[in-house]
């Protein structure tokens, strides 16, 4: 005779706890899905708005770990629970059949109603059902907390004896790398027009405390600065000509930066001046100049300008010698590319030839010609285009001197002693791009 098994378990009984477990099981599959998938960003933001449930998604995010592994707990208990049941029923009515139905049935269930469907929803609506959920999960997290702690340790201590060791805090670079991936999937698949150019202003903005301000700064060659010992006259005229609106003054020679000159402060002071110019008193509204290392970074020079609530500062290098001068302008540009006014001039000193090349002078910077042209000429081995040059070359090229590098082709025209003083540039035709 084969033996029956009988528990006690009505159907009556068997299902509806089936389909609590269920339920249970559908309600801690969406919310695994919703908290890993929650955006963490704009949870802040709502939190920072008042909303209550954002705060408490906020908490479980700081805590993540331990929600997963609360989670798993009482996925796999309400899971093994519902199999357990269904299979005693089943095994009951049908006796050794019962088991494979049982197994069937509660598989389809399971993937079905407590997997896929939740999963899916939480999937396609990450935000909305994290802050919908999140009350009950707390609660959730509450109940099987000491139990998922105790899991979690057994488990950190077999993977020690198999020598993984878990690395404690977060990763700086993984973390900006995750969010450049973000800023490059930004529009990705849509038709928003503007989308290129706020990607490269966002990705700008995580750039400047990797770029130095020589990297932006005007070069002490194509420094603007007058002799403070000039007539005051000639000094006015110099001044008005300037497409610029603070100067460097200097004493001597370049080196010695004595002041910085501001045109509305100028003009504000011979307007009230009475008497000839040449009386002036320039001590009253020439401002004492502001040097920085040229190792400074832009982020740091930001926000150095926003303290000092200055425009303007010179930069020097190691020895103290003047390397250049770089505005709150360069940095804003840097970021979101070049700001023209009625007095700025393109890229100064290139011009473009008949035949479509460009004839450049050696210390136009690479990242401006970049900039204008769109090119993709390298920045980081040289700062100007005679740099660049002298760095391939790998020696100081005579005149009528041809290269070809990066895709381009270059001709040096002119030479001042050891300085190249122009190039002429082929940039690359589409027979070449890609070569």
Same mark, same amino acid.
């Given at each position: 005779?084969?033996?029956?098994?009988?528990?006690?378990?009505?159907?009556? %009984?068997?299902?509806?706890?089936?389909?609590?477990?269920? %339920?249970?099981?559908?309600?801690?599959?969406?919310?695994?899905?919703?908290?890993?998938?929650?955006?963490?960003?704009?949870?802040?933001? &709502?939190?920072?708005? /008042?909303?209550?449930?954002?705060?408490?998604?906020?908490?479980? &995010?700081?805590?993540?770990?331990?929600?997963?592994?609360?989670?798993?707990? +009482?996925?796999?208990?309400?899971?093994?629970?519902? @199999?357990?049941?269904?299979?005693?029923?089943?095994?009951? $009515?049908? /006796?050794?059949?019962?088991?494979?139905?049982?197994?069937?049935?509660?598989?389809?269930?399971?993937?079905?109603?407590?997997?896929?469907?939740?999963?899916?929803?939480?999937?396609?609506?990450?935000?909305?059902? @994290?802050?919908?959920?999140?009350?009950? $999960?707390?609660?959730?997290?509450?109940?099987?907390?000491?139990?998922?702690? @105790?899991?979690?340790?057994?488990?950190?201590?077999?993977?020690?004896?198999?020598?993984?060791?878990? #690395?404690?805090?977060?990763?700086?670079?993984?973390?900006?790398?995750?969010?450049?991936?973000?800023?490059?999937?930004?529009?990705?698949?849509?038709?928003?027009?503007?989308?290129?150019?706020?990607?490269?202003?966002?990705?700008?903005?995580?750039?400047?405390?990797?770029?130095?301000?020589?990297?932006?700064?005007?070069?002490?060659?194509?420094?603007?600065?007058?002799? %403070?010992?000039?007539?005051?006259?000639? $000094?006015?005229?110099?001044?008005?000509?300037?497409? *610029?609106?603070?100067?460097?003054?200097?004493?001597?020679?370049?080196?010695?930066?004595?002041?910085? #000159?501001?045109?509305?402060?100028?003009?504000?002071?011979?307007?009230?001046?009475?008497?000839?110019?040449?009386?002036?008193?320039?001590?009253?509204?020439?401002?004492?100049?502001?040097? %920085?290392?040229?190792?400074?970074?832009?982020?740091?020079?930001?926000?150095?300008?926003?303290?000092?609530?200055?425009?303007?500062?010179?930069?020097?290098?190691?020895?103290?010698?003047?390397?250049?001068?770089?505005?709150?302008?360069?940095?804003?540009?840097?970021?979101? +590319?070049?700001?023209?006014?009625? *007095?700025?001039?393109?890229?100064?000193?290139?011009?473009?030839?008949?035949?479509?090349?460009?004839?450049?002078?050696?210390?136009?910077?690479?990242?401006?010609?970049?900039?204008?042209?769109?090119?993709? $000429?390298?920045?980081?081995?040289?700062?100007? #285009?005679? +740099?660049?040059?002298? *760095?391939?070359?790998?020696?100081?090229?005579?005149?009528?001197?041809?290269?070809?590098?990066?895709?381009?082709?270059?001709?040096?025209?002119?030479?001042? +002693?050891?300085?190249?003083?122009?190039?002429?540039?082929?940039?690359?035709? @589409?027979?070449?791009?890609?070569?």
């Amino acid at each position: 005779m084969e033996p029956q098994l009988d528990l006690g378990l009505s159907p009556a %009984i068997a299902g509806p706890l089936v389909l609590l477990c269920l %339920i249970v099981s559908a309600f801690l599959s969406a919310a695994e899905t919703a908290i890993t998938g929650a955006s963490r960003p704009r949870m802040h933001r &709502l939190q920072h708005q /008042g909303n209550r449930r954002a705060a408490t998604v906020n908490s479980l &995010l700081d805590q993540k770990d331990r929600v997963i592994s609360a989670i798993l707990v +009482g996925y796999n208990v309400v899971n093994i629970l519902a @199999a357990s049941l269904t299979t005693a029923v089943l095994a009951d $009515l049908f /006796g050794a059949a019962g088991v494979a139905y049982a197994t069937v049935g509660i598989t389809v269930m399971v993937v079905l109603f407590a997997e896929v469907m939740p999963k899916t929803w939480a999937l396609l609506h990450a935000d909305r059902v @994290a802050l919908v959920l999140a009350p009950a $999960l707390k609660v959730a997290v509450a109940l099987l907390g000491p139990t998922a702690h @105790a899991v979690s340790a057994t488990a950190r201590f077999f993977l020690r004896l198999l020598g993984v060791r878990p #690395i404690a805090g977060h990763d700086a670079h993984a973390q900006n790398e995750l969010l450049r991936g973000a800023i490059d999937l930004h529009g990705e698949g849509g038709h928003e027009p503007e989308a290129p150019t706020e990607k490269k202003m966002l990705r700008s903005v995580l750039d400047l405390a990797n770029l130095g301000v020589e990297a932006v700064m005007t070069h002490r060659a194509n420094v603007e600065a007058f002799d %403070i010992d000039m007539p005051t006259d000639q $000094l006015v005229d110099h001044v008005l000509k300037s497409p *610029h609106t603070r100067l460097p003054l200097y004493r001597g020679q370049l080196e010695n930066i004595v002041g910085v #000159i501001h045109a509305k402060a100028l003009f504000r002071a011979v307007r009230r001046h009475e008497g000839p110019l040449a009386t002036l008193n320039l001590d009253s509204f020439v401002s004492e100049p502001w040097f %920085i290392p040229e190792t400074t970074s832009l982020l740091d020079q930001l926000q150095a300008f926003r303290q000092r609530r200055e425009h303007f500062a010179l930069v020097v290098d190691e020895y103290g010698a003047l390397q250049g001068v770089v505005t709150l302008e360069d940095i804003i540009e840097e970021i979101v +590319g070049e700001i023209d006014d009625e *007095h700025d001039i393109r890229v100064v000193g290139v011009e473009v030839a008949p035949d479509g090349s460009y004839v450049c002078a050696g210390g136009v910077p690479v990242r401006d010609l970049n900039r204008e042209f769109g090119w993709e $000429l390298p920045e980081d081995v040289a700062t100007t #285009i005679a +740099g660049l040059v002298l *760095h391939e070359a790998r020696r100081i090229p005579d005149v009528g001197q041809t290269f070809a590098f990066y895709g381009f082709r270059i001709e040096v025209l002119k030479r001042e +002693g050891n300085r190249i003083a122009q190039v002429r540039l082929q940039p690359p035709t @589409a027979d070449t791009v890609g070569l």
